[in-house]
């Protein structure tokens, strides 16, 4: 768990993504032929395939949610605006980390009912006395993020900050370090700003111009308490497979591809029907002529809170699946 948790305490708040990059740069650099960055701060490492192998690109966005500072007041309290889905209760409470390295707590007006709360009732204490102090400290467009790490949690699982998508990244880091060959010519994509829209992705599939294309994206369970939106995937019953969200049907050869090659390499893996969220998958299989798109999900729960939780069992799957399916020949 260790270059995970350094990944989970590297903050990346979406466009602020290079700590991260270069962290991950570090890991696979001996591992595969190329390493470029674009405009957007996307990271691609291309692991070259043989003459006339068709474009495979993976991507996992290294972004994660955080917020933003708006204005500060003369009291020395600062307001902000969230970066990406952020849900106030979720912040209520919260130890928060700005990039460079000032800590301060969230908390809300207190006059208000929780259910009333929005994100401009919530302020950012940061220790500071005046106006002038907070500023010394931070400058207005500075980004925090949730100050925290990832721990284990039971026999199987890890619960922490920005496993959505950083276990993602993690995944493809360890299939990188493993991987033999490949039946293609392979893009691993580490992609930033997929929070604020799939920006990322956009620019990279655009350069890249992928025959085939995978996302790997945390997805939302159906095993947790009077959950509003259920559906059939749990944790620690393998890789799911994505068959829908709201930004893609992921295109039926690829899912069919992915299923066999689970069965075929007995790997756990589950079926994926999500009926909110997207992924970079959404944006890459729309991009130029189009690209047969699929994506293995991390099933995860408690999605862009503080307290994400994956199944370590799961996690070992979506490598498993990543491995086989990047040894075998689309057909
Ligand atoms: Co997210
Ligand atoms: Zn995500």
């Not at 809170?305 to 491995?323: H, Q, T, W």
């Amino acid at each position: 768990m260790e270059l995970f948790r350094k990944m989970v305490e590297t903050l990346s708040v979406s466009g602020n993504e290079e700590e991260l990059a270069k962290l991950i740069e570090g890991e696979i650099a001996p591992y595969v032929d190329e390493i470029t960055y674009d405009v957007m701060g996307n990271l691609i490492a291309r692991k070259k395939g043989a003459p006339g192998a068709k474009k495979m690109m993976l991507s996992a966005h290294m972004d994660e949610i955080g917020v933003m500072v708006t204005h500060a007041e003369e009291t020395g309290y600062l307001r902000f605006a969230p970066v990406g889905g952020l849900r106030p209760v979720y912040l209520i409470g919260q130890p928060i980390l700005f990039k460079n390295g000032v800590r301060g707590v969230v908390m809300y007006e207190t006059k208000l009912q929780l259910r009333e709360v929005q994100m401009e009732h919530l302020y950012l204490d940061i220790g500071a006395q005046t106006r002038e102090e907070a500023l010394s400290m931070v400058s207005i467009g500075d980004v925090a993020a949730p100050y925290g790490t990832v721990f284990a949690c039971g026999q199987h699982r890890w619960a922490g900050k920005s496993m959505d998508d950083k276990i993602a990244c993690y995944i493809l880091v360890r299939a990188i370090q493993q991987l033999r060959q490949t039946a293609y010519d392979t893009y691993f994509v580490f992609s930033t700003q997929e929070e604020l829209g799939l920006r990322g992705a956009t620019t990279a599939a655009y350069a890249i111009d992928p025959d085939y294309a995978l996302a790997l994206d945390v997805t939302g369970v159906g095993d947790m308490p009077n959950m509003s939106a259920p559906n059939d995937v749990k944790l620690g019953k393998g890789a799911a497979i994505k068959v829908r969200d709201s930004s893609i049907i992921c295109s039926r050869q690829m899912v069919s591809f992915l299923k066999e090659r689970a069965k075929a390499a007995g790997i756990p893996y589950q079926m994926e029907v999500l009926l909110y969220g997207g992924t970079d998958a959404g944006v890459i299989h729309t991009t130029r002529e189009g690209v047969v798109t699929g994506g293995i999900s991390i099933p995860a729960r408690n999605i862009h809170s503080p307290v994400e939780m994956v199944d370590k069992r799961d996690v070992d799957a979506c490598i498993a699946l990543v491995l086989e399916t990047l040894a075998c020949e689309l057909h």
